[in-house]
């Protein structure tokens, strides 16, 4: 399977901060989510990756490409959607799509014009008089209109109401569907990645704690509600995290279905990406 983006040992240091040591490899054609708290270096890993800071690393192909030879071969393949687009508050879309029709060489004007009517923007408004989810909308129109292979997006959700929220969703299923179209999202609304990440990275303190495929997280993870006695006589191997709750312990295991054979009276459920993310954060491991 050809890979949309390889990344090996990304590192990137501020005074306080490091990103450290980031490598992973995305298969073309596939959705990743990119989760981790505030601050654990999602921006930062998506801005090196783009070449918009410079950053260490042995290697950085985007769409099999050295991202640092060949910048504007890759930017046509390119869309980036980021919570705040920086478009000219002067301007209209339907100036805007005039100025990108020069830009991008696929860029399509009649797909552009029916995007803005299916987000209802209107074409000869100024962007100043939108409103924020308004704005990200017709960055949506935008890169939707010029064909990307490969489409970014760093928090680009957060401003929008649940129901065109849940259209991008779809939107991005067909995308990624289509001729082999990569996604990589960072997102902190961890219910929609688990909507729709094929893949997904979590980014903790600058370290990339896990990089794995959303089938084999389902499959590997489970959670466990149980007393201390049983916790205890788990082996810590199976024990990833555990949280101690007014009268009971939440588990995260791991090799669930493994201990399901041994515990077949033991509910043990399915772990959504916020689970996850609050035992890594915020659990206990077993001594
Ligand atoms: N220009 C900079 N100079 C110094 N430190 C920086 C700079 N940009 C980011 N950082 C630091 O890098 C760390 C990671 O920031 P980053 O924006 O990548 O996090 P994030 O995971 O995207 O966070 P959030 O979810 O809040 O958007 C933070 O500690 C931040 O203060």
Same mark, same amino acid.
């Given at each position: 399977m050809q890979q949309a983006l390889v990344i090996e040992n990304l590192t990137k240091r501020y005074k306080?901060?490091?990103?450290?040591?980031? +490598?992973?490899?995305? *298969?073309?054609g596939t959705?990743?989510?990119?989760?981790?708290?505030?601050?654990?270096?999602?921006?930062?890993?998506?801005?090196?990756?783009?070449?918009?800071? /410079?950053?260490?690393? +042995?290697?950085?192909?985007?769409?099999?490409?050295?991202?640092?030879?060949? *910048?504007?071969?890759?930017?046509?393949?390119?869309?980036?959607i980021f919570d705040?687009?920086?478009?000219?508050?002067?301007?209209? /879309?339907?100036?805007?799509?005039?100025?990108?029709?020069?830009?991008?060489?696929?860029?399509?004007?009649?797909s552009y014009r029916s995007?803005?009517?299916?987000?209802?923007? *209107?074409?000869?408004? $100024?962007?100043?008089?939108? #409103? $924020?989810?308004?704005?990200?909308?017709?960055?949506?129109?935008?890169?939707? #209109?010029? #064909? *990307?292979?490969?489409?970014?997006m760093d928090e680009a959700t957060n401003g929008l109401d649940p129901v065109f929220r849940d259209e991008i969703l779809d939107l991005l299923r067909e995308f990624s569907e289509e001729e082999n179209h990569t996604v990589l999202i960072a997102s902190h609304i961890t219910s929609d990645l688990d909507k729709i990440a094929d893949y997904v990275a979590y980014i903790h303190h600058g370290r990339l704690l896990f990089f794995q495929s959303y089938d084999e997280l389902q499959n590997e993870y489970g959670i466990i509600n149980c007393k201390k006695s049983f916790l205890d006589n788990l082996n810590p191997e199976d024990v990833v995290y555990y949280r101690k709750e007014d009268y009971s312990y939440r588990v995260l295991v791991k090799n669930r279905y493994s201990l399901k054979q041994i515990f077949q009276d033991v509910e043990i459920h399915s772990a959504d990406l916020e689970e996850i993310m609050l035992f890594y954060a915020k659990g206990e491991k077993l001594e």
């Open positions: 306080d901060f490091t990103l450290d040591h980031i +490598s992973f490899s995305l *298969p073309q959705i990743l989510g990119i989760i981790g708290e505030n601050g654990s270096g999602k921006s930062t890993l998506i801005n090196a990756l783009l070449g918009l800071i /410079p950053a260490d690393y +042995s290697q950085l192909e985007l769409l099999g490409k050295d991202i640092a030879a060949h *910048p504007n071969l890759i930017k046509q393949d390119l869309a980036v705040d687009a920086g478009y000219d508050e002067n301007f209209t /879309p339907l100036q805007i799509g005039k100025f990108l029709s020069h830009v991008y060489k696929n860029w399509d004007a009649d995007y803005l009517k299916r987000f209802d923007l *209107p074409a000869k408004k $100024r962007l100043k008089t939108f #409103s $924020r989810g308004m704005k990200t909308k017709l960055e949506f129109a935008i890169a939707f #209109s010029h #064909s *990307p292979k490969f489409l970014i």
